[in-house]
């Protein structure tokens, strides 16, 4: 039978640059003995290709099926073209004349071939801080445009030794065409100095064990340092700091020290051992010889990463094992980038500053997360390791710029297909967190080669992102609120369709009503919502304030369930109080003198938190309710009373009565464990009972949770598992963070149906 031959173009996009997709299809051509080329270009790769019909098809074949495992096939496409007759197989320049709509990688942890060369004395790159190959190494926080070439990076003023330009362009060599090849001859370097700038010739890991802080910079940004086993360094770093009690995270050397101080799942092993390199949010052994009141107060759970760039690994030896490693930040500012603001900005807070030269382009902090009991990954931050891969949404997507909200700030940006959530950019009533923002937004679309036809933005008229956007000249603007949004997340991520029922809790929304919204149960497809649910209404004096202060939030409480009684209550459980602070309240609650209403979870968690005594003051965003989290006693299996009942078309789910059956126990010394975990069972039980009335009266059985509260394990797992039982099918957040970094997404897709339903 008589061979059939043919020539053919391939268009492949993706995440397909920066992850040795090129060296992949070329070292796959020679092994079929194709002719033709490869080359990078701003839509992707493409490669042309001639040879046996048969041998193409099992080539192309592979190309999909078997890709270099940090690759990610989005499309693929194959044409027939006119015979050229190639005489071999070659990489090609990049070509970037195309319409620009390939992916970025993100940076990838160092991967185990390099960090075995790292460790080898007898490697040319022993002990060299930068070692990367095709497989790992920086990749979005370098990159500056498209198509991915050295030019484009900050790698651009390090040009290759004679030795590494021969492995880069040996296709047989794991670094072939790896951009930021580099060695100690010919690439970046590490410095240590001191305060003064000056260079100093000591080991850093001799400073760690003396007590001292080292700014370290890394992969997005400085990192402070110290040695995680001294207490009176961490003490030092948290007073320096001026952080007073927001858990730090910690590095280990390797994923058996972190056995050591942490109780570890299989599923949680491979998520601090995976390319993301995350911060994994783990359950603390008992009587680890760490300091937790000066580490994670409050808390029983410990944030842990592995080092994930060689520099890391020789932070550490025998005798140095787990370093406090936390953002190097000031007071909720941006992380820093630049050596010379490093020692401005740290100076006082910083002993050395171990730096480097090669340039951190695009700020990105470290990704937390924490597995679930159906061993499903929950994001606190999304960023490194995951930012810019894009989330697969409905192909008939606009392009939409959409904000995000006012904390924890992310932006969303969609194209073709795909959703591209930024990095974390923090509170942006911070100017510099706010320029950041305005930054990255031009950066992304430069990037994605996107111009957005529509904004989406928060209701609320005071957040900076709702300011920002009616800024912006010629695009249209959709508001969207913000409980609605936290529910088109949910429903983006999975791919959902049609109506399903929305439990959304969280601190403070927006609501249509002028209200502070908080505890909602809407029932919305991308188009439009209405709300069935809520919890019922308290008072809200003092707005903002109260967020800080749970003591307010418990006096609030207080007054609603007991009326008159509240004074000699606050007497007795609000010892904090100031007696003019609750005066003031006092006097405007019971003349409902123009207060504010809302129905915030976050502000009932943190009332349980004050009332116990478990937390007064939030000296972060959340304190209360993850202390109050962490107190729960998971063998208490009671609950609390609550009403339920319709009022003017809505359901109001009335946690009211819980409050004297709460104080009851408190002043029969029950222990605060069991009162914080029959609260949240409380909650797990109103808002199922709730639920199934709604899908009674509507017919929807789906349900998606959202919003900051479901960061709580003890109320998404219980909820879940309840909800389950009574035969819902439950919808959790998988890729982006239930709290106010995912609302962006939900943003995005709800302003794009609603514009494609208006033309």
């Known amino acids: 039978m008589q061979t059939k031959y043919g020539s053919y173009q391939i268009r492949i996009n993706g995440i397909v640059q920066g992850v040795g997709f090129r060296p992949f299809v070329y070292r796959l051509a020679s092994e079929y003995d194709l002719k033709g080329w490869v080359l990078n270009s701003s839509a992707g790769v493409l490669i042309r290709v001639e040879g046996p019909d048969e041998q193409i098809n099992t080539f192309a074949r592979r190309l999909v099926e078997e890709p270099p495992p940090l690759a990610l096939i989005r499309s693929w496409d194959i044409n027939a073209q006119d015979w050229s007759g190639f005489t071999d197989f070659k990489i090609k320049a990049s070509d970037d004349h195309e319409q620009k709509v390939a992916m970025i990688s993100p940076d990838i942890a160092v991967c185990a071939e390099c960090r075995s060369e790292v460790l080898n004395r007898e490697d040319r790159r022993y002990h060299y801080p930068f070692i990367n190959c095709t497989n790992c190494g920086p990749r979005f926080t370098i990159i500056k445009d498209l198509p991915y070439d050295r030019s484009m990076t900050t790698m651009a003023s390090f040009p290759m030794c004679p030795e590494c330009q021969r492995e880069y362009e040996n296709p047989n060599h794991r670094r072939f065409h790896a951009q930021p090849n580099a060695c100690p001859v010919c690439g970046p370097h590490i410095s240590l100095l001191n305060r003064q700038g000056q260079e100093i010739n000591q080991d850093v890991r001799e400073l760690f064990k003396a007590g001292y802080i080292v700014a370290v910079k890394g992969l997005g940004g400085f990192h402070l340092a110290v040695n995680a086993r001294d207490a009176k ?46 911060i994994v949010v783990l359950k603390c052994r008992e009587g680890n010889q760490l300091n937790s009141d000066i580490i994670h107060p409050g808390l029983n759970t410990l944030g842990v990463m592995l080092p994930y760039t060689p520099l890391h690994y020789l932070l550490f030896d025998q005798d140095l094992e787990i370093l406090i490693m936390t953002s190097a930040n000031i007071s909720d500012e941006p992380l ?38 159906l061993d499903t990954p929950l994001f606190f931050r999304r960023a490194r390791g995951f930012v810019p891969r894009g989330i697969k949404i409905d192909d008939g997507t606009k392009p939409i710029l959409a904000v995000g909200g006012e904390m924890k700030n992310t932006f969303c940006l969609t194209r073709n297909g795909e959703a591209f959530l930024s990095q974390h950019w923090g509170d942006l009533n911070h100017f510099n967190n706010y320029m950041n923002f305005q930054r990255g937004i031009e950066r992304f679309k430069r990037m994605l080669y996107v111009e957005p036809e529509i904004i989406a933005h928060d209701l609320h008229p005071n957040y900076q992102t709702s300011r920002w956007a009616k800024m912006q000249p010629g695009v249209k603007l959709i508001e969207v609120q913000h409980h609605f949004a936290h529910l088109a997340s949910v429903m983006a991520e999975h791919n959902l369709q049609g109506e399903v029922l929305g439990l959304i809790c969280d601190g403070t929304g927006w609501g249509t009503d002028g209200a502070v919204w908080g505890g909602e149960i809407l029932r919305a497809d991308y188009t439009g919502f209405t709300r069935l649910a809520q919890h019922k209404y308290v008072p809200f004096p003092g707005g903002d304030q109260n967020a800080k202060k749970p003591y307010r939030m418990a006096l609030i409480y207080l007054y609603a369930a007991f009326g008159e009684e509240v004074f000699d209550l606050a007497e007795q459980f609000l010892p904090q109080l100031a007696t003019e602070e609750k005066n003031i309240m006092l006097t405007c609650l019971m003349n409902n003198a123009h207060v504010l209403r809302t129905s915030s979870c976050g502000r009932l968690f943190d009332a349980a938190g004050a009332i116990l005594g478990i937390c007064s003051i939030n000296q972060y965003e959340g304190q209360a309710a993850a202390e109050l989290e962490a107190w729960a006693d998971p063998f208490e299996k009671g609950h609390y009373g609550f009403d339920l009942y319709a009022e003017q078309g809505i359901w109001q789910m009335d946690v009211l009565p819980m409050w004297p059956e709460m104080l009851a126990e408190i002043k029969r010394n029950y222990l605060p464990g069991r009162i914080a975990q029959k609260f949240h069972l409380t ?10 009335k709604l899908r009674d009266e509507t017919g929807l059985n789906r349900v998606v949770l959202s919003g900051g509260v479901f960061c709580n394990q003890i109320l998404s797992n219980g909820l879940y598992k309840s909800l389950t039982e009574e035969g819902f099918k439950v919808y959790l957040h998988q890729q982006v963070p239930p709290g106010d970094g995912g609302i962006s997404l939900g943003q995005a897709i709800i302003a794009s149906e609603v514009y494609r339903g208006c033309v």
Not at 247 to 274: G, N, Q
Not at 354 to 364: A, E, F, K, S
């Open 233 to 278: 360094a961490v003490a030092r770093l948290r007073k320096s700091k001026q952080r007073d009690a927001k858990p730090f995270a910690v590095m280990v050397k390797d994923v058996e020290t972190a056995h050591k101080y942490c109780l570890i799942s299989p599923p949680e092993e491979r998520w601090l051992l995976a390319p993301q390199a995350p």
């Open 336 to 373: 820093i980038i630049d050596n010379q603001e490093a020692i401005g900005k740290l100076g006082q807070i910083a002993d050395y500053f171990l730096v480097h030269n090669r340039d951190i382009y695009n700020p990105c902090d470290d990704s937390v997360l924490r597995v679930t009991s």
């Open 683 to 692: 909650l797990v039980k109103m808002w199922t009972k709730t639920l199934c």
